[in-house]
């Protein structure tokens, strides 16, 4: 594939590949600009499996918000850090009309979404180097994304490029330094190093605020028209004992202890998984949480 098919697919003028080739970025468009972390393991690899707006679980509440904030939108929709596709599919279900792209800087994630297909097309990208014209899309998604990017403002940047004048933005953004939250509590905490283990885990390096999100977006020149929140206190709690497992298994992956970390994982996320779906529709306006959806428009 030549490096202008390949530009093409980012500004739409091409279907999806059906031959399970990787789309890649054209030249002049560096592919990474993330280091430190390795996102061609596979078990860092985000976005497999399905996932439905209708299901009672904080990823069926991720994507009702974002089918909500779409509504009375058409075009071309582009998503940003796609991973394996799980959103992608769940898109293009739904909303068969939209022309869709997904798009992710691992190569192996791209290859994955390829094969399972049913998302639209796909393409390799760095979202802080976007390999599309200006005023490409008229929507742009992503779901857990800024908190990996080094430079938020660079992306917000390229959201806005690429977006058309009064083109829609809605995007998770995980704020892990909110004002009255269990993260904001552990900022320095030791004993509970929430944001070293989310760091070393998952590749979190930014932690962010419902006001430093905003600032940065309309900086941009995007309005955020719409702001509601999940992750409040038991999906905060049901977070911390998730990484916390995650490194006690990480040290200790056999015997005893591993079998005890186990156990206290399942008996906290039984109930806190279920119930925090409750919780984040009764609050969702409440701002003591770690997760934001955000809308915001382009400003013509």
Request: net charge neutral; glycine share 10%; charged share 20%.
């Amino acid at each position: 594939m030549s490096d202008e098919q390949a530009a093409d697919v980012g500004a739409h003028s091409r279907a999806p590949s059906d031959n399970g080739s990787v789309l890649m970025p054209p030249k002049g468009h560096p592919q990474s600009s993330v280091l430190n972390f390795d996102y061609e393991d596979a078990a860092t690899i985000q976005g497999r499996g399905g996932i439905s707006s209708t299901e009672r679980t904080i990823g069926g509440l991720r994507l009702r918000r974002a089918f909500d904030a779409m509504l009375g939108h058409t075009g071309s929709c582009l998503l940003l850090g796609c991973g394996a596709g799980r959103h992608n599919r769940a898109i293009h279900g739904e909303r068969p009309d939209l022309t869709l792209v997904g798009a992710d800087l691992s190569v192996s994630a791209i290859r994955e979404a390829l094969r399972t297909g049913n998302g639209g097309a796909y393409l390799v990208a760095d979202a802080a180097h976007i390999p599309a014209a200006d005023n490409s899309y008229d929507i742009v998604l992503l779901f857990d994304l800024l908190e990996h990017v080094p430079d938020v403002s660079r992306c917000v940047a390229e959201i806005a490029r690429v977006l058309t004048p009064g083109g829609l933005f809605h995007g998770f953004i995980p704020l892990e330094a909110q004002p009255k939250t269990l993260f904001r509590m552990l900022t320095d905490s030791k004993r509970i190093p929430i944001h070293q283990w989310k760091h070393d885990h998952v590749g979190h390096i930014q932690r962010l605020t419902t006001e430093s999100v905003t600032a940065t977006f309309r900086a941009q020149g995007l309005e955020p028209s719409d702001l509601s929140y999940s992750f409040h206190l038991l999906g905060q709690v049901h977070d911390i004992v998730d990484y916390w497992g995650r490194e006690r298994l990480r040290r200790e992956p056999v015997g005893r202890a591993a079998t005890v970390t186990r156990a206290v994982q399942r008996v906290v996320f039984f109930p806190t998984w279920r119930l925090t779906y409750w919780e984040d529709t009764l609050l969702k306006r409440n701002p003591w949480a770690t997760g934001l959806h955000l809308t915001a428009i382009k400003r013509g």
